[in-house]
């Protein structure tokens, strides 16, 4: 189990910043659950996921704003996906560049879908910075403050394994459930 930790903290930075650049909660929630314990450290890893979710953005938008054909073949099979998220870009305006980081699921659909837009870059940038701050201070403080309970909660999944299967399940169920409905072809 040392080894385990010894190999968290050498390697877990590294694997913190490559998560982080596609969503990055199950990472920065370990990193700060590890934090807590006393593993990692939580200013770095608040920091290195603010940068690779904030450049993992940045990323999506340069390539659907300037890569066009090569992300629609991407895709073709999420286009309703991508309708959901201009829909949200019409109703929430630049507010959902800060909602979409704790939405798991259409995390990396949106900067796709401003990027198809004229939305100006500037603004892009600005919001998507401030987004990925506030995202990673709250998630990674919450994760630390919440260490002693999360701790508990992977001892009880540890003595218990068929608990982990089951919250997957209801977790992906509830996704699948809510993408397929929010973007189900409506009858006129």
Do not use: C
């Not at 903290?9 to 990193?31: E, K, M, P, R």
């Not at 920091?47 to 090569?70: E, H, P, S, W």
């Not at 959902?96 to 004229?118: E, N």
């Amino acid at each position: 189990m040392e080894d385990t930790f010894s190999n968290l903290a050498t390697y877990g930075y590294i694997g913190l910043f490559l998560y982080s650049l596609g969503g990055g909660f199950v990472a920065l929630i370990g990193a700060g659950v590890l934090s807590f314990m006393g593993k990692m450290d939580l200013t770095l890893s608040i920091a290195i996921a603010f940068v690779a979710n904030a450049l993992g953005d940045f990323m999506l938008f340069y390539m659907a704003r300037y890569q066009k054909t090569m992300m629609m073949e991407g895709i073709k099979k999420h286009r309703r996906k991508l309708a959901l998220s201009h829909m949200m870009m019409k109703k929430y305006g630049s507010w959902i560049i800060l909602i979409q980081k704790f939405i798991y699921g259409i995390k990396t659909l949106i900067p796709i879908a401003i990027g198809l837009t004229k939305y100006d870059f500037k603004k892009f940038a600005i919001f998507n910075v401030a987004s990925a701050a506030i995202w990673a201070l709250v998630i990674g403080l919450a994760s630390y403050y919440s260490g002693s309970f999360l701790v508990k909660v992977a001892e009880t999944i540890g003595e218990k394994p068929w608990i982990a299967p089951v919250i997957l399940v209801i977790f992906g169920g509830t996704l699948w459930f809510y993408l397929t409905h929010a973007t189900k072809k409506k009858k006129r």
